[in-house]
Structure formats: structure tokens, C-alpha cells
């Protein structure tokens, strides 16, 4: 038998092949690894350009940054924060570390992301803010959930670590909230291997969460605290990296929209499989390539993952909706955030991704049950 005889395809790698060994190099040589040096200020000023944000305060990781985000904004016992049940758990996490409440919303069937219609029922005296989340690199619809915060005066906290570069309505996100956050895990779009950012174009939030990352200590008086603050510093290092990241972002980008462009071709006419959406307002930037496994498919989702493994194809299930894991379970049923998680397929996403591997996986996919 020659079993894997062929190219074993992750879901994800990153590529490093730019100047990103040569920045890190020069850290090391000058012996600025900690949290100063000038990459730190540089990937800040970029990346927060780059979403068209005036401030960009990079942290340790995405989830810091969310939490960062949160209890810069004051959020915190006593409050409620609402956040799609279809995301990482980090989203809830970083609610639930301030002591405020997490309080689940259903998604959209058109773009999977948090439904509009389901926060504004969701809405009390106690909520501060809501967490649309551009799940899988396709931007939330936006104006109506700044309507509501408008409405009733809510903070709105975009969590982007999947959606570097997604445009909504021409804008990119990240600066659509009073705040965005972002991760460069080893997986997302650009990477420092571990980090954050949050944006923001309001200066005193950015000053609040500059302070507060940094311990609280008092500008005027060192080693004086005036709050309990956090470490949440991202190093030279990995700052770093996504300098050198940064002169490819667009690339990536491009990258991700290609292998999404090519595995639509391929599957479009596959019966029971659904495409990824991309709304007529939305520039997706396809984080992972996903499609949704129908009753219409001879095998069910977990089927054709095992049937991909079993060809050296790798693949992720769908987030679990949060609100039937163990810390957050609730009785209550979201529909289609269920049936989105019992569907959905990332398949490989690679930017380094061949034509090749693409009509591998799709070749795959196109021959159901045989
Ligand atoms: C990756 C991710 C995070 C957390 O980022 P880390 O850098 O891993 O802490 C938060 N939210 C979403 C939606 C993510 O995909």
C-alpha cells in the first residue's frame, strides 16, 4: 500500500520568508529582546495605519488585548457584554476575567457572523457593550450593531484576529468600534508568534490602555500605582516579526483571496456543499477557506474530515458554540450557530497553498462517498 505517498496539507502555516530572520537577528544583536526598541513603535504605527486607526498599542496576544480593550473601556462586575456564541473561547474569556457577564447572540445564516436582530433582543439595563466578532475573515454588517450602541449608549469592541485587512463598505475593520483587537497567533494572517494589538482612534482609550498594560504605573511618579494593571507588553521580538510581516500583508492577503477564488471554482457544483459567503458590502479576506456539509452530502461533516485525513489532507471542525461548553452552558438552543458548528469545515488555507494541493483537497471533496 502506498498510503501518504502524497504531500501531507496543513490547515495553516505561516511564511517567513521575508526579512523577518534578518529583523530578529538585528534584536538579538543590539540586545533590545525585551518590551523597548523601535520595532515595538514601528509595527504599532503600521498596523494601526494599515486599518486606518490614529493609535495601535501592541500586547502579549489576542486575548489580552480583548481584555485590555475591555477594562480600559471600565467594563467590568455587574456588566453584560454580548458576543456571538460562534467564536473562539478567548472571546468569552476575556468577558468573563473582568467579572462582567458574557451574554450569547445567534449568527446569521448569510455571513455567519453575530445576528443583528438577536443582540437588540438580547439588550438590558446592564449591558456596556457588544463584540462583533469577523469570524473566519468575513466582516460583521456593521451599521445596523452602531445603531444599536448608538441607540443605547454601548461600547462596541471589534474582535479582528481573524479578519486582518477585511474591508466592510471600503472600510477595514478594526476601525469601525471604538475598538479593535487582533492576535498574530502562528495561525491568522500575520503572525509574531504570539501577539496582539488593539486599535483605536480615541486618544484617551489609548493612553488608558498604554497605562494599564504597563502595570498602571504613574507617568509622573515611578514605581507609583494608581490601579491594578496587567503586563501585557509584547517584546522587540515579536514586534520584530511583524514588521517584516507587515511588508507582506497585502500579499497574504491576496494570497487568501486567490485560494478562495480557486477552491469556489472547484466546488461549486458539488451537491450539499455550501460555499463560504461573501456579502456584496464585504471584502473578505478568507482567514480559512470553509464550507458547510449539507444533509444533501452522502457523508456528514465528521465524515469527509476523516475522509480527507485518510488522503493526508488536514482540516478543523467549526468553533463549538460557546454556550453549550462547560463554563458557559445554557439551556437555551441558538439554532443556527448549532447547525453552522455541525457543518463547518476549515479546509486547508495555507498561503502556501499550491494550485496543486487545492485540486487535491477539492478532488477530494468532489468524490463524496467513493
Ligand atoms: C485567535 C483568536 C483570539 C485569541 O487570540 P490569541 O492570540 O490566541 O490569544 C480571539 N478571538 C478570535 C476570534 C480568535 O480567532
Known sequence: MKEHSERFIPVSEPLLSGKELEYVSECIKSGWVSSLGHYIQDFEGQFARFCGSKYGV??????????????????????????????FIATANAVRYTGASPVFADSEKETWNIDPQDISRRIT??????????????????????????????????????????????RRVGSLGKVGTFSFYGNKI?????????????????????????????????????????NYRMTNIQAALGVAQMERIEEFIERKRWIAHTYNQLLENVPGISLPPEAEWAFSVYWMYSILVTEKYPLNRDGLMEKLRSKNVDSRPFFYPIHVQPPYQCSESLPVAERLSQQGINLPSAVTLTEQDIERVAAIIRSGSR
Open 190 to 230: 500575520i503572525t509574531t508568534g504570539e501577539g496582539g494589538l488593539l486599535t483605536t482612534s480615541d486618544g484617551d482609550l489609548d493612553a488608558r490602555a498604554r497605562f494599564l498594560r504597563d502595570h498602571a504605573m504613574s507617568s509622573e511618579k515611578r514605581y507609583w500605582h494608581t490601579d491594578v494593571g496587567y
Open 125 to 170: 439595563r446592564r449591558t456596556r457593550a457588544i463584540i462583533p466578532v469577523h469570524i473566519y475573515g468575513h466582516p460583521v454588517d456593521m451599521d445596523p450593531i452602531l445603531a444599536l450602541a448608538e441607540e443605547h449608549h454601548l461600547q462596541v469592541i471589534e474582535d479582528a484576529a481573524e479578519a486582518h485587512g477585511a474591508r466592510y463598505k471600503g
Open 58 to 87: 501592541a500586547v502579549s496576544n489576542g486575548t489580552t488585548a480583548l481584555h485590555l480593550a475591555l477594562v480600559s473601556l471600565g467594563i467590568g462586575p455587574g456588566d453584560e457584554v454580548i458576543l456571538p456564541s460562534l467564536t
